[in-house]
T-cell receptor
């Protein structure tokens, strides 16, 4: 079974430029998460989707960040414009809402560097 | 602010020893707890989860939960150099699915 797929794996941009990350969850997983991980810290939730619906976006900086999951499968996270402080690893995870304990499985992440 | 606290380490143990990783959480509503292993430059990998007080064993790994003390631990028996990584503890509240992660503990297993 394929795991969570993310692209690109690495991205280097200049500040004020836009950037987008793509995630395809594990087949059959209806819940999708975007996390941000800074160096030396644990992941922090940005947004959670159940199917197409964003059910928790309280931690998403909505002035510059946006996300979508139009068909309830893959998802895109966008930053526009990027700032220096956005340099981090952006992780996508998925889980099966029907699972008893909501185990989340992570993709390889996208390492963003903003210059 | 709901928090999960871990000692960042590094925790250094000799090969073959037992490594003990600890985690405390502040939200008494947390119902299930997860341990992830993260190698440098890689993404977190789920090792175990626990939801009942007591111990849960899986191979060389044992997770322990004490809800009264709001304490979770992970024991790694017969530690191997390949166990050297950062171990992340996470707590999940109710049915929201939201995981709150600690900052992780770096484990070094020395040959």
């Amino acid at each position: 079974e394929a795991g969570v797929v993310q692209s690109p794996r690495y991205k280097i941009i200049e500040k004020k430029q836009p950037v987008a990350f793509w995630c395809n969850p594990i087949s059959g997983h209806n819940t999708l998460y975007w996390y941000l991980q800074n160096l030396g810290q644990g992941p922090e939730l940005l947004i959670r989707y159940e199917n197409e619906e964003a059910v928790d976006d309280s931690q998403l900086p909505k002035d510059r960040f946006s996300a979508e999951r139009l068909k309830g499968v893959d998802s895109t996270l966008k930053i526009q414009p990027a700032e220096l402080g956005d340099s981090a690893v952006y992780l996508c995870a998925s889980s099966n809402q029907g699972a008893a304990f909501n185990e989340q499985f992570f993709g390889p992440g996208t390492r963003l560097t903003v210059l | 602010q709901k928090e999960v606290e871990q000692n960042s380490g590094p925790l250094s143990v000799p090969e073959g020893a037992i490594a003990s990783l600890n985690c405390t959480y502040s939200d008494r509503g947390s119902q299930s707890f997860f341990w992830y292993r993260q190698y440098s430059g890689k993404s977190p990998e789920l090792i175990m989860f626990i939801y009942s007080n007591g111990d849960k064993e899986d191979g060389r790994f044992t997770a322990q939960l004490n809800k009264a003390s709001q304490y979770v631990s992970l024991l790694i028996r017969d530690s191997q150099p390949s166990d050297s990584a950062t171990y992340l503890c996470a707590a999940s509240s109710g049915n929201t699915g939201k995981l709150i992660f600690g900052q992780g503990t770096t484990l070094q297993v020395k040959p």
